[in-house]
């Protein structure tokens, strides 16, 4: 049974950072997308960065771009996001997911089949 097992979330000051993590456990290969979204409370799960593994394009959501980094350790099977320029906004439950066997990788949480219990992210000052 796959587990995407994720870590790393924290607490930060505003204009901090924090590095999540998420491991592929149960699979040998890398699934063809990984993304991470987050879920604020009483707010919709929306999506932050996805990337695909085989060649490593990313794309991040606006709220993202130029602040959070995803990547991939293919040796590693392991996800990462690497947030800097923390807000308080950023604070949420943040997620990592996996799309098997895909090359299109969109910042839609339907498009994803499994999913990590989720790690908490608190910006505050």
């Known amino acids: 049974q796959v587990q995407l097992v994720e870590s790393g979330g924290g607490s930060a000051q505003p204009g901090g950072s924090l590095r999540l993590s998420c491991a592929v456990f149960?699979?040998?290969?890398?699934?063809?997308?990984m993304a991470w979204f987050r879920q604020a409370s009483g707010k919709e799960r929306e999506g932050v960065a996805t990337?695909?593994?085989?060649?490593?394009?990313?794309d991040h959501s606006d709220s993202a771009k130029g602040r959070f980094t995803i990547s991939h350790d293919k040796s590693k099977n392991t996800l990462y996001l690497q947030m800097d320029s923390l807000k308080p906004e950023d604070t949420s439950m943040y997620y990592c997911?996996?799309?098997?066997?895909?090359?299109?990788?969109?910042?839609?949480?339907?498009?994803?089949?499994?999913w990590g219990q989720g790690t908490q992210v608190t910006v505050s000052s």
């Open positions: 997911a996996a799309r098997w066997s895909d090359t299109y990788c969109p910042l839609n949480q339907y498009a994803y089949n499994s």
């Open positions: 149960g699979y040998s290969y890398a699934p063809g997308c």
């Open positions: 990337i695909y593994t085989g060649d490593g394009r990313t």
